[in-house]
């Protein structure tokens, strides 16, 4: 079966910086769209970034130039850099991605999730 696997949460001080690791392993045929997704605490879960089979990326509003996404195919891994982080990036973050198992069946996949504490 497929899974994806996220690593590198942690306590960080305000302005610290981070980086989360997401793997895929098991029968992948390709992987297209990899997305990381955050939940803070009594919030709806949220995309933070995403990046395309291509190299195209998208990011929250509340992200942009502090967060990027990047990927390695060779690796069928997904990274997600934090900089600047602030005490409202403190959530739960899960790893998403659309990975296509055979030339013709699509699925969508999640992590179990990592955690990310901001503190002031």
């Known amino acids: 079966q497929v899974q994806l696997v996220e690593s590198g949460g942690g306590l960080v001080q305000a302005g610290g910086s981070l980086r989360l690791s997401c793997a895929a392993s098991?029968?992948?045929?390709?992987?297209?769209?990899m997305a990381w997704y955050r939940q803070a605490p009594g919030k709806q879960r949220e995309l933070v970034g995403a990046i395309t089979s291509v190299g195209t990326t998208n990011y929250a509003d509340s992200v942009k130039g502090r967060f990027t996404v990047h990927r390695d195919n060779d690796k069928n891994t997904v990274y997600l850099q934090m900089n600047t982080l602030k005490p409202e990036d403190t959530a739960v973050y899960f790893c998403?991605?659309?990975?296509?198992?055979?030339?013709?069946?699509?699925?969508?996949?999640w992590g179990q999730g990592t955690q990310v504490t901001v503190s002031s």
């Open positions: 998403n991605a659309q990975i296509l198992v055979s030339a013709l069946i699509s699925n969508n996949y």
């Open positions: 098991g029968p992948i045929y390709s992987i297209r769209t």
